[in-house]
């Protein structure tokens, strides 16, 4: 469920299938496929509908439904007395007016994979024909077919007519009643927490990833006051000890594995953030100032003399990489103590906010940069060292063997070149090794290995016959996207969890559902 927003989505979807074959209406594929289009429209109307009834949050209703975007217009448009047909809107044909592009719309581009793994649709959406499937999905679909009027919805599809009365006719299917319902609702908990694990591949690794969001939630979720809440969950995860316990939050036993590897991945994303601003910062110098290099060497030898890189290297204070080490990791904060000026998250937040002023080429904003990069990979460096005491940094990850032999660039080549390569070097040795090793030539590997899949290029910085010449500054450093914002979202759509202005806390049925899938 990596890749989709909301919950409701997961039964909906299977219960217009499963009507659409009930009904007669997907008697062929192309019935099939253009009921199944009308219907989407429909959903996401009417979820933009009941949120503009009730003047609540869009997050609650129509957000992330499919389209939406484009169907406001429309919906505008009808609550001003003008005609809306659906028709109109889920046309396949290269027409404004069209709401999604991909031919099965929304579900065929998020959510698709997802019900096809999950054993809740069969078929294939490029050979035109998907299905209900009979054992897990029937009774999602019959349950949500047990709450709504599925008469006067098919009737819309069928008519081509949308009106405001048929809207707000329909809102029990707007995603925000899935809270209101009984047996739909616990099936999907079913769904996503795996509790009939009857999902082998990938239930286990959700089930345990929401447990866990949802015990933070129970022990701190009053820190969202402080924080965004996934920021709050993402430095409560990083601030865990080799137990995975802190302070604050003790994990429970059969989810430390979890917590663990998730502190894991926060670790690799602080790193990937540090290495990120240090090449697109470079990059941004050499469109600049930079005179065409021939090769990588050359790029490193421009590099040392930038005056950036001079800069930083006189705002650190160190000629030698040991002593800024032994200074910076001396003077670290708490992992805990996320709110201090010099903690790695701190650091983080600091460069994608500089990044914005150092991207025009700007020697002192650009030093800035480089000098909060720098002070992240030392103390990323210092917690893996103190921590795994020279240890393998993924052991607490259940990757394949050589998972990462193909990637220069992890915590296993940060662990080696911080005790191995960088100690005998210079700071400013460091910073030209970090801008070609790292940056420059990892860039040019990735962007090849991509060119041999796509015959469109991914360089930000071309080889040519004249030398290494900027393609493209449309970068900046930035986080991965691990879902932790759709999961909670998920999981408040399941009456799992509230947020408020005390936070994120578990409900009742939360604390119900959290103290099941502890004991199982």
Known sequence: TNVTDRARCYSLYPWVIWSLDRRGMARDKDELLRNFRRSECLLTLIAARHARKTGEDSRHHGAGMAGRDALLPALGALEEGRPLRLSTHATRDDVPERYFKNAWGG????????????????????????????????????????????????????????????????????????????????????????RRGADASTGPARKASLLLLMHWAQTNGDLAQELAAVDAYQSSLYALDERAQSSRWVVPPNLVTTAKAWRTYERNDLMSVAVQAIFYTGLCRYS???????????????????????????????????????????RAPSREDWTHDDHEYALRNRIVQSYVHASGGDAAAAAEVIESAIRLILLVAHREGSAGAGGDPYADCPLPPNYDADYPITLRTLQHASTRVWPSMGTDQVLTWLATEWGLKTHLMVALRKLRQSPKHTFKLLPTEDGLKVQSLNVAPSTTMPRLFQALEILEELALIESGDDGVRLSADGACVLAHGLAH
């Open 288 to 330: 600049v100032y930079g005179t065409p290099c021939a090769n990588s060497a050359q790029f490193g030898e421009w590099w040392s003399r930038d005056e950036a890189m001079r800069l930083a290297c006189r705002r650190m204070k160190s000629r030698s990489w040991a002593d800024l080490r032994d200074r910076v990791t001396s």
């Open 107 to 194: 579900m065929g581009q998020y959510y698709l994979g997802s019900l096809q793994d999950l054993q809740l649709l069969d078929g294939s959406s490029k050979k035109g024909w998907i299905l209900c499937s009979q054992e897990r999905a029937e009774p999602l679909a019959q349950a949500v077919g047990a709450r709504v009027n599925g008469d006067l919805f098919f009737r819309t599809i069928t008519d081509d007519e949308v009106t405001i009365q048929r809207l707000d006719g329909l809102s029990t299917l707007c995603p925000c009643k899935l809270r209101e319902t009984s047996r739909e609702r616990e099936l999907m908990v079913d769904l996503m927490l795996d």
